[in-house]
């Protein structure tokens, strides 16, 4: 009795440190360093223009809210913190552009976004955000590099279901996946009927403009019960999270596109979505993955480009002084 009182409060003392962490360190903390918060805003704002130019659909002059405010983020970034942000900016303002000028488009918006890359040409950065031209390669096994470096998010289905067989052979493959302890916790649950993906995207929120063409939805999930001390109270988000990477490879091995979709829900829409997909309670969400035959033509996909090595990697080769 008495060790499973010490344990609630274990549970209590580690949620509260997790809410500390998070109130000190997330996007919005005047604690956090203004670059800092200011990189990720500019990265995730921009990421929206050139995912919207990587969509099959694509409306005219479309985010126009959203391309003023990355322009003026843009300028009131310092790249000297790290210039990925302002060239991301500056090359999906720039696809922007182009591809509304290649339609004869004109429009005062268009004219400011020309103006600022005009006036960013003296700083000399590269342009390294828009969108770039796919073809499905590297499925040769003597390439695997290549193969790795090939998988990009696809937002380009063709909306039908797949084959129970093929879908099985996606999450067989995906079953690689390593877990802590092998205790393999994490379950997956396939969606392929067009209302129920339907009521389950509207609860995601992330695949407008393509959410249409999703034929063929999973709900990654992993089993609380797989965890016992506090200690382990983030392990399901580990395990699902490589267990779904797993599943954007076996995609790509197979040849099918596939989409990772964010569930940064709140707890109400956890249970929400937990209802309409049929899920057990005691299951934690983990993502969605849209996937499925991409569509007959020219393959787009946002461009992503990613941090320079130095940014991410930190060799502690030598003795760490305290
Ligand atoms: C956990 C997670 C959630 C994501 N959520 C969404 C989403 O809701 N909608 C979307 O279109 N893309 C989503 N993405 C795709 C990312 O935008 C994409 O992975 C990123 O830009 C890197 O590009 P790449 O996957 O093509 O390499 C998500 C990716 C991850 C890993």
Redesign the pocket.
């Known amino acids: 009795m008495f060790s499973k009182a010490a344990k609630v409060l274990q549970f209590l003392s580690e949620y509260a440190q997790d809410l500390w962490l998070t109130l000190r360190y997330n996007g919005y903390s005047p604690l956090v360093e203004r670059n800092r918060r200011q990189f990720y805003k500019l990265i995730i704002e921009t ?1 929206t223009i050139e ?1 919207g130019l990587s969509l099959p659909r694509r409306r005219t002059l479309f985010g126009r809210d959203k391309v003023r405010f990355v322009m003026s983020a843009l300028d009131a970034y310092e790249p000297d913190f790290s210039p990925l942000p302002a060239q991301m900016a500056l090359g999906a303002l720039d696809a922007y552009l182009r591809f509304h000028r290649e339609q004869g488009i004109q429009d005062p918006l268009l004219d400011e976004v020309a103006a600022l890359l005009a006036r960013w040409q003296d700083r000399q950065l590269e342009l390294r955000g828009g969108i770039k031209p796919y073809r499905f390669e590297g499925h040769d096994p003597a390439g695997p590099v290549a193969w790795l470096q090939s ?5 380009m289905f063709d909306g039908r279901p797949l084959p129970a067989e093929t879908v099985r052979q996606v999450v067989t493959l995906a079953q690689s996946a390593p877990s802590q302890c092998n205790r393999q916790s994490t379950q997956v649950h396939l969606y392929q009927d067009r209302a129920t993906i339907d009521a389950l995207l509207a609860l ?4 407008r403009g ?1 959410s249409e063409n999703v034929g063929n939805l999973f709900v990654v999930t992993s089993e609380i019960a797989a965890w016992g001390g506090p200690g382990q109270r983030n392990q399901t988000y580990v395990d699902g ?1 490589l267990f ?1 990477m797993c599943i ?1 490879l076996s995609c790509h091995a197979l040849g099918l596109g596939a ?6 829900v709140t707890n109400a829409v956890e249970r929400r979505i937990k209802v309409a997909g049929g899920i057990p309670t005691g299951e934690r969400l983990i ?2 993955i849209a996937f499925g035959k991409t569509v007959d033509e020219p393959l787009r ?2 461009a ?1 480009p990613r941090r320079s090595l130095d940014e991410v990697l930190h060799m502690h080769t030598g003795t760490v002084s305290p």
Do not use: E
């Open positions: 990421h995912k998988r990009s998010s696809l937002r995601q929120g992330g695949s393509f999270a779904s954007l989409c990772p979709l964010n569930l940064a993502m969605m996909v946002a992503s």
